[in-house]
């Protein structure tokens, strides 16, 4: 089974991606977490490469950039785990590209669909966790996280969190959007709500898409 995590930066994907991982293992199953981008030696280098605040990139190369990732961590790792019956949990996936580089930057969502199937290689999640947060909740979560004060100096943000709030409004957008179009794939959580709350309302969705049965292998394995 394939689960991915989704939300603007700030959201709290990690800590539901512990949450869920723990509860998973604990209940037998064999689980893989990884976050995008990143996850093989070359994909560890390309995030790099995206997130260092002093790179200029344009919208179009940061695209292939995240999708050469995606393509590298879906054949050299995902693939395989599926294939060894894993439950293989993803820290954004696709939907990122969308929401950012479709929304928040204004590409053609055409042109993304295709490069997104292509970097994908037509794998889809079984389902979606959509961690809701406005751009402000989560702006404040984060500095308070990295205990920036307020008062912040751009240079401790990563090229990504530089793109300013408006940025994050369309990106946010994109992903109200996205839950609206895949009812049965994306589940909707508030993420103001307290971690724990959120967790449990994971697993019980989880647990009815499963029908109360044991988490299976990946549908979305094909
Ligand atoms: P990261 O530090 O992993 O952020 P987070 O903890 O919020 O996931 O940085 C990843 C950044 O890259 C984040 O700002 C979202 C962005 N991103 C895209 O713009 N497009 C993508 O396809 C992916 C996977 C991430």
């Given at each position: 089974m394939l689960i991915t995590f989704e939300g603007i930066?700030?959201?709290g994907k990690s800590t539901q991606v512990k949450k869920l991982r723990k509860a998973l293992t604990e209940s037998g199953r064999e689980v893989l977490t990884i976050r995008e981008p990143g996850g093989t030696d070359v994909a560890e280098k390309i995030r790099e490469i995206l997130l260092e605040s002093k790179n200029e990139i344009t919208p179009v190369g940061e695209l292939l950039l995240f999708s050469a990732s995606r393509a590298e961590l879906v054949q050299q790792v995902i693939r395989p785990a599926l294939a060894a019956k894993k439950v293989v949990i993803v820290d954004r996936f696709h939907d990122s590209t969308t929401a950012?580089?479709?929304?928040?930057?204004?590409?053609d969502r055409e042109m993304l669909q295709r490069i997104n199937d292509i970097a994908t290689f037509g794998l889809k999640p079984d389902r979606t966790f959509f961690l809701d947060l406005s751009p402000e909740d989560a702006l404040i979560r984060k500095f308070s996280e990295k205990s920036?004060?307020?008062?912040?100096?751009?240079?401790?943000?990563d090229r990504m969190e530089r793109s300013g709030l408006d940025f994050y409004r369309r990106v946010r957008n994109g992903y109200l959007e996205l839950a609206k179009r895949e009812k049965t794939r994306f589940v909707m959580l508030d993420?103001?709500?307290p971690p724990e709350r959120i967790h449990r309302k994971i697993w019980q969705k989880l647990m009815a898409a499963c029908n109360g049965e044991p988490v299976p292998e990946s549908r979305a394995h094909r």
């Open positions: 930066d700030g959201a950012y580089q479709g929304y928040g930057r204004g590409l920036i004060p307020l008062a912040f100096e751009e240079s401790e943000l993420a103001s709500e």
